[in-house]
């Protein structure tokens, strides 16, 4: 019995590995940045972004570094990202395309760790699996993790054809790129908040953009939740998303 389970482990781990092989494969087709694997969320700056839209996200996220984020999926054998932009509103996009629609050298990638997803919503519903050892813990929650993200870009893509979200509200109605990714999370059902909104007052720049609101036409006020473009970037979901070399 001992032995035909060990045999059962094995073979599961064979089949994982050539999972994760038949992805090494298949990323090598991409001549630039190769295509990391499904629910990466990647971070660029948007080659077609108004100039006075992207001065302004420079300004509120008193950053220089990026205007878009995306998060990478695999939609009836095509290879790319779920987004939303000010020229398409939520759509999917084809990764050469999507290269093409960031400026040279400015991508980073995020991998998920499906583990720490997992352990994250284990945590959150209470469950608790320390009497179990630690392979079987881990094994679970890399499962856990990987269904949610798995569900995750499914709620995203369920949005395509929702126009771009020009003042930053916090319905579904309308979505911008940084929205899409926690609306499509809280979507889930998920119990641990893996993308949270903050106050549009907290943001590094507020007082530096509130003034210029009312001309842009942007109805946003410091207590309107938004959803930060550099949160990819902060310690706090650096345990659940991991930047990997691209270049």
Not at 105 to 133: Q, V, Y
Request: charged share 15%; net charge negative; proline share 4%.
């Amino acid at each position: 019995m001992a032995q035909s389970k060990k045999i059962g482990w094995v073979s599961v781990l064979f089949a994982l590995m050539l999972f994760v092989h038949s992805g090494i494969v298949a990323a090598s087709d991409s001549t630039a940045v190769s295509f990391p694997g499904d629910g990466y969320v990647g971070v660029c700056l948007h080659a077609e972004i108004p100039e006075n839209l992207k001065q302004m996200l420079f300004a509120i996220t008193g950053q220089t570094e990026i205007t878009h984020c995306w998060i990478t999926v695999t939609e009836d054998g095509v290879q790319g990202v779920i987004h939303s932009d000010g020229i398409n509103g939520v759509h999917f996009l084809s990764w050469p395309d999507l290269l093409n629609l960031c400026e040279q050298d400015s991508i980073r990638l995020f991998k998920p760790n499906k583990t720490a997803i997992g352990f994250a919503e284990l945590g959150a519903l209470g469950i608790n699996l320390s009497g179990f050892p630690p392979f079987f813990r881990n094994l679970l929650a890399w499962h856990l993790g990987h269904f949610m993200i798995d569900t995750w870009i499914q709620e995203m893509l369920a949005y395509c054809g929702v126009p771009y979200d020009l003042n930053f509200m916090p319905t579904d109605d309308e979505i911008y790129c940084s929205e899409l990714m926690a609306h499509g999370w809280n979507n889930t059902g998920a119990a641990y908040e893996l993308f949270p909104a903050q106050k549009a007052g907290t943001l590094e720049g507020w007082s530096t953009v509130e003034p210029w609101l009312e001309y842009f036409g942007l109805t946003i006020t410091e207590d309107t939740d938004v959803y930060n473009l550099t949160y990819i970037l902060s310690d706090e979901i650096r345990p659940y998303f991991k930047e990997i070399s691209v270049y």
